[in-house]
C-alpha cells in the first residue's frame, strides 16, 4: 500500500476468525470482537454434535489437556472440582451462545483444553498475589499480560477470561496496547520523522504508541482498590480516518469501577526486549529505529504486568495465513476486506519484528518476567494448544 492511499475498510491488527465456533462469529468483523467490550458474540449451534454423554466422559476429556500439568493441576485436583469445570464450562457455553451438551470436539477442546486451564491459573496468580499483602492494607489489581501474535486468538481468550471473572464474583478490567495509538495526528508526525521507514509508515510497531498514556492509565487502574473509585480507560477507533485511526472520543471510553482484582493486558509485542543494534539490523535495517524505541516500551508496559502468558508459536509465517484467512471470510461475507496483496503488504510492517524479538521472547520470557509467575502456551495452526516437546 502507498502512503496515500485511501483505507476504504477498517485496518485491525487483531483476529482471525475462530473456527471452533462453526464460523458464527469472526473476530474481524469491526463490530464483533476487536470491539468486545461492547456487545455480545454469537455463534452457530453445530450440525454435527459430539455430545458430552457423561460427566465421566468429561472428566477424561479434560484429562486429557495439554495444559494441565503445566498449570499444576493433577487428574484427582480435575476430580475433586468438577463441579467447577461444569460450572465454567457452562457459563463460556452460553457466553458463546453454544448448547454445552451439543459441543463439537473442537468447541470442547477450546473450552475445556484451553479457556479454563488458563482461567485457573489466573485464579492461582490472583490468590498468590493477595497473599503477599496484610489484611488492612489496599491490594492493587494483579496485571496479567497476554503476549501473542495477530491472530492467535487472544482477544478471544481475554473476552472468555473476563467474563469468567465477572460471572464469579472478580472485578476485571481489560486493555490493549491498541488502546495506546497515536493520535491520528500523531501519526502522522511520526510518518513524517521517519520517511521511507515503512514500519513505521502505519500504526503497530513500537514508536506508534503514547507511553505516557499508558502510564497514566496503567498507573490509575492500579490504584483501583476500593468501592466508588472510578476511571475511564482510553479505546481506540480503528475505523476513523478511513481506516488510519484515531484515538476514540473520550465520551465513549468504558467506565471501570473499583476494587479491581484483576487487569488483562494484551499485546501483540508485550515483554519484547530491545536488542543489540547489529542483530535488528540483521533482521530489517528498518527495525533500528524501531529496537530504539522499544527501550521506552517497559517502564511504560511491561513493568505493570506482574504475571505473564506467553502465546507461542512456530512460524511466524501463520500470522499471514491466519490474516488471510480473515480477510477471505469478511469477502465471502459482503464486507469490505483486504486483498491478498493487501494482507501481504499489511503483514509484512509486522514481520521483521516477530522474527527479530520472538526467539529472545521464547527463550528468556518476557522483559522483567519472573519465571515463577510465567505460563507459556504452544499453540498450532488451528490456534489450540499443544503438549510441550
Known amino acids: 500500500m502507498s502512503e496515500n492511499r485511501t483505507f476504504n475498510h477498517t485496518v485491525t491488527e487483531q483476529g482471525s476468525g475462530n473456527s471452533w465456533l462453526q464460523h458464527g462469529f469472526n473476530s474481524t468483523n469491526t463490530t464483533g470482537i476487536n470491539e468486545y467490550r461492547q456487545g455480545p458474540l454469537c455463534s452457530v449451534f453445530p450440525t454435527k454434535p459430539a455430545q458430552v454423554s457423561s460427566v465421566q466422559d468429561l472428566f477424561e476429556f479434560i484429562c486429557s489437556g ?44 477450546r473450552i475445556y483444553h484451553y479457556y479454563i486451564p ?6 492461582d496468580q490472583i490468590k498468590q498475589h493477595r497473599s503477599t499483602f496484610k489484611n ?9 499480560g497476554f503476549s501473542a501474535p495477530q491472530g492467535c486468538g487472544k482477544t478471544t481468550l481475554v473476552f472468555a477470561l473476563d467474563y469468567l471473572f465477572q460471572k464469579t464474583g472478580r472485578k476485571s478490567a481489560t486493555i490493549s496496547i491498541d488502546d495506546f495509538y497515536l493520535t491520528a495526528e500523531g501519526q502522522g508526525k511520526l510518518r513524517e520523522a521517519n520517511p521511507g521507514n515503512a514500519l513505521l509508515e502505519f500504526r503497530g510497531n513500537a514508536g506508534s504508541h503514547d507511553l505516557p498514556l499508558s502510564v497514566e492509565t496503567l498507573t490509575a487502574l492500579s490504584k483501583l482498590t476500593r468501592e466508588g473509585m472510578k476511571i475511564k480507560p482510553p479505546r481506540y477507533d480503528k475505523s476513523a480516518f478511513n481506516g488510519r485511526g484515531d484515538r476514540a472520543d473520550p465520551s465513549t471510553w468504558p467506565e471501570v469501577e473499583g476494587p ?7 499485546g501483540w509485542m508485550l515483554g519484547f526486549k530491545p536488542l543489540p543494534t ?38 511466524p509465517s501463520c500470522v499471514y495465513q ?21 494482507v501481504r503488504d499489511f503483514v509484512s510492517r509486522y514481520l521483521p519484528a516477530y522474527n527479530a524479538y520472538l526467539p529472545t521472547l521464547y ?21 489450540n494448544p499443544i503438549l510441550a516437546t
Open 363 to 383: 527463550l528468556e520470557g518476557p522483559n522483567g518476567s519472573d519465571p515463577k509467575h510465567l505460563l507459556t502456551i504452544e499453540i498450532d495452526e488451528g490456534r
Open 322 to 342: 491466519w490474516r488471510l484467512q480473515a480477510e477471505i471470510a469478511m469477502r465471502e461475507a459482503g464486507k469490505p476486506g483486504m486483498s491478498d496483496d493487501e
Open 66 to 109: 495439554p495444559l494441565l500439568e503445566k498449570i499444576g493441576v493433577t487428574a484427582e485436583m480435575v476430580a475433586e472440582s468438577i463441579d467447577k469445570w461444569l460450572l465454567y464450562g457452562r457459563l463460556l457455553s452460553q457466553l458463546f451462545q453454544l448448547n454445552e451438551l451439543y459441543l463439537t470436539v473442537p468447541q470442547k477442546a
Open 278 to 315: 547489529e542483530v535488528v539490523k540483521a533482521v530489517d535495517p528498518q527495525l533500528e529505529t524501531v529496537n530504539k524505541n522499544l527501550e521506552g516500551y517497559y517502564d511504560a508496559w511491561d513493568k505493570f504486568i506482574k504475571s505473564w502468558i506467553v502465546i507461542k508459536i512456530k512460524d
Open 260 to 266: 479491581l482484582t484483576v487487569v488483562l493486558f494484551e
Open 136 to 144: 488492612e492494607e489496599d491490594i492493587p489489581p494483579l496485571v496479567i
Open 118 to 123: 488458563v482461567f485457573l491459573w489466573c485464579e
